[in-house]
């Protein structure tokens, strides 16, 4: 008989539970522009991450953008719907 030595998953490895996202949703007010550029300076995206994100919430109805603690995303939102971006953390 063989006997197999059982090695425990790593404990070290944080939960996601309380991990959120925050959603961009598509609206037929703001222009591509305008949304590219505020999740740049907002999120820190790139040009493109930005403008494939803008794409992505257009034809899809909405995008996650970012992922995270309700505090880190809680301001990212506020600033967002300061800047009449139609946004959910979820």
Do not use: W
């Not at 939960?15 to 609206?27: C, P, S, V, W």
């Amino acid at each position: 008989m063989v006997k197999e030595k059982y090695k425990p998953a790593d404990q070290n490895h944080e939960t996601t539970a309380d991990e959120k996202e925050l959603i961009l949703f598509n609206d037929d007010v703001n222009s591509f522009d305008y949304v590219i550029e505020t999740l740049i300076e907002v999120c820190n995206h790139d040009p493109y991450q930005a403008e494939q994100c803008a794409l992505t919430a257009h034809f899809n109805g909405k995008c996650s953008i970012k992922t995270g603690s309700f505090d880190v995303l809680k301001p990212i939102y506020d600033e967002m719907t300061n800047r009449e971006l139609t946004v959910s953390i979820s």
